[in-house]
């Protein structure tokens, strides 16, 4: 059966729901724009139904768009099985790794119930965890144990019960987690199919390797990590950064080296830029040039579903901070320096994306 055949439903969703994505014009219209103009874009967006006055403030707010997000996703998985389905119901598991992540720093600080769970995402009818069970245990450890008996959470748990019995610090707790959770999302879509897996395998490369980039200053140039510490935290499988690339990058402890340093095509992708925040921008509009590209080419196929969740997760942000800083009587101009509307579509990742594709693909051919 072909890839239009078995992809069918999924191809038709795809693109209807892509026709609700937002550009940058349209986010600065909601910005900057009338009334009438902020609602009819949240209408087109399907978020039409937000209030902060009526969500209580940023807390449910975000809940409430995390909810939105998981039933997109259900309604595109609904058809697939086995490793693609398991592939996406993974990906989907992220706000639950970012509220494990606050239990066991409140556990870890010994923080009040009623604290930890202020920095809690409710995700509703999606949720896994049993967080009541989990907030009543008496301390991290004992927390971790109950977390193992979940099939979904026991890899996790493993490792991070490992790292608190160690004594470690909540950074690398925390550094742990997203490790352990991304390395999942890579095995994950290694084991979908070859046939089916190519073009996905190119969306979480380049995740990865935006990852793995962003990581790499952080632990080297703002923590001034040692060298081998900072290549323990970060990942494999990315297109372009893999072991080799990234022993001899956590030798340098600077922006500049570690920039003139990247292999091509990430080193003329990211020429002339000076900081952390400027390179994790330019990765950030080139994965979504990557992932417009894949909706708009109308190929069938996993990679135009994971494309589609990248961008309309992009676009829930922005929406939320649109609402959440007009909410605080913000400066219009703050609030779109906080959403960096100015990086949305960057000319040089766009000029460069054409070039940077068929590199991607001759590397997985």
Known sequence: MSAHSRYVYLNTRVSLMAAQ???????????????????AL?????????????????????????????????LLVRPLTGPAREFFAYWGRR???GNLKALIRGKLSGQKRESIEQHLIDIGPYARLPLRALLES?????MLRRLERIPEYAEIARQARRI???????????????????????RRAQAVPKADRMGLLMLVGDLLD?????????????????????????????NH??????????????????????????????AGLQTPTEIMGRLQVYQWQAAGKAIRDN????????????????????????????????????????????????????????ALARLRRKAHV
């Open 299 to 354: 190929r069938p196929g996993l990679d135009r579903v994971f494309a589609y969740l990248l961008l309309r997760e992009r676009d829930v942000r922005a929406v939320r901070g649109v609402l959440y800083g007009q909410a605080l009587q913000l400066g219009k101009d703050l609030i779109a320096d906080a959403l960096n509307l100015d990086i949305w579509s960057d000319p040089v990742a766009s000029n460069s994306a054409g």
């Open 138 to 142: 008496d301390d991290a450890a004992e």
């Open 42 to 74: 949240l209408r087109h967006a399907g978020l039409d139904d937000l209030s902060l006055d009526q969500l209580h403030g940023a807390s449910e707010l975000e809940s409430v768009l995390m909810r939105r997000q998981l039933e997109e996703l259900n």
């Open 210 to 238: 935006r990852i793995n980039l962003v990581w790499l200053l952080r632990y080297r140039v703002a923590y001034q990590l040692p060298p081998a510490e900072a290549y323990f935290h970060l990942l494999p499988g990315g």
């Open 21 to 39: 994505l937002l550009d940058a014009p349209q986010l600065e219209s909601m910005l900057r724009g009338r009334a009438e103009e902020h609602k």
């Open 241 to 270: 950064l893999g072991r080799t690339q990234l022993l001899r990058l956590a030798q340098l402890d600077t922006v500049e080296a570690i920039a003139n340093a990247l292999p091509e095509p990430l080193k003329s992708l990211l």
């Open 95 to 97: 706000a639950e790794v």
């Open 164 to 186: 608190v019995a160690g004594g470690a610090e909540l950074f690398t707790v925390d550094s742990a987690l997203d490790r352990q959770y991304y390395a999942g999302v890579h």
